[in-house]
């Protein structure tokens, strides 16, 4: 709720928003809420980008975008509930498009996105073969 509140914010004040997004990241440890720091480090990184901060943009897509490709087990069961709607994909578009000057970066981030979508697929499909064993068993 507060990152969805946030994000309104930043379309009438953003420097309130930009404190409300760094007093949410601080909040959210990336070890206890990873995808809701990296939902607010995608907020943040906008707004750095909209104010001509490029850098800090692309630092807290980095960070989100790690966040969101974490590989740790306890991760992934989040993770897996984040479909192709979501908006934590916007890292990935983000980091693409600020290194759209170096085309070989951009690419690494592309092929990054593409590895993150097979693991999903992969999962969902795993998930859904083993309820179809189950029940096939049962």
């Known amino acids: 709720v507060a990152v969805m509140a946030t994000r309104a914010l930043a379309e009438v004040d953003p420097a309130r928003a930009m404190q409300a997004y760094d007093r949410i ?6 070890d206890e809420r990873p995808l ?9 990184g906008r707004l750095h980008a909209r104010a ?9 897509w ?9 590989p740790r087990p306890e991760m992934r069961d989040d993770q897996w509930r984040v479909d192709s709607r979501s908006e934590l994909w916007g890292l990935f578009r983000e980091l ?4 759209e000057s170096d085309p070989v970066a951009a690419l690494e981030v592309a092929e990054r996105s593409r590895g993150r979508a097979l693991l999903d697929a ?4 795993a998930g859904a073969c083993a309820a ?3 029940t096939a068993s049962t």
């Open 25 to 30: 990241v601080a909040d959210f440890s990336p």
């Open 96 to 99: 693409i498009q600020v290194r």
């Open 122 to 125: 992969r999962a969902r499909g």
């Open 52 to 60: 001509g901060d490029l850098v800090a943009a692309e630092r807290d």
């Open 62 to 70: 980095m960070e989100g975008a790690a966040l969101f490709e974490d």
């Open 36 to 44: 809701r720091r990296a939902s607010a480090l995608l907020g943040r």
């Open 132 to 134: 179809r064993v189950r």
